[in-house]
């Protein structure tokens, strides 16, 4: 895949994501349930699982409208997200905050790049939902 389609696909998939009614009405799930996992701990699992080649348990980590990319072709999902996250993220800082009905952590985090080894910062955005942390958006790029 050449870089300019690479980089539609990706702005598709974060057009779809940001594009999704903020205001809807609330869900269920959107508080935590007692015991749940950390953001940090999700997210490191998460980061293991695509890793790894896991993709079941790389797409039960991912918020509901993410997964729907990741069931329509699991193999390219798993492919881009490998080649455009760190196998090591390091958490630097980490705000959690309320907006309308959803809870969601934003981790701002350093990493090495799993392609070439080059430094890499990010920002990942954690969402509650079936009362448990899910990765909802992140944006990886080298420094």
Do not use: C
Not at 19 to 28: F, K, R
Not at 39 to 55: E, N, S, T
Not at 85 to 106: A, G, H, K, W
Not at 116 to 135: H, Q
């Amino acid at each position: 895949m050449n870089i300019m389609a690479k980089k539609f696909f990706i702005a598709s998939v974060l057009l779809l994501l940001f594009a999704a009614p903020i205001i809807a009405l609330a869900d269920e799930g959107s508080e935590l349930k007692q015991g749940a996992q950390s953001p940090q701990v999700v997210y490191a699992r998460y980061v293991d699982a695509v890793h790894k080649g896991d993709i079941n348990t790389a797409k039960e980590l991912v918020y509901s409208r993410s997964r729907e990319l990741w069931n329509k072709d699991p193999k390219k999902m798993l492919a881009m997200t490998k080649n455009g996250i760190p196998t090591n993220p390091v958490l630097q800082s980490m705000n959690e905050t309320r907006e309308f009905q959803y809870v969601y952590t934003v981790m701002k985090m350093t990493g090495t790049s799993a392609r070439d080894s080059r430094p890499m910062v990010g920002e990942v955005r954690m969402i509650v939902e079936d009362g448990g942390w899910k990765v909802y958006t992140e944006v990886w790029r080298n420094r």
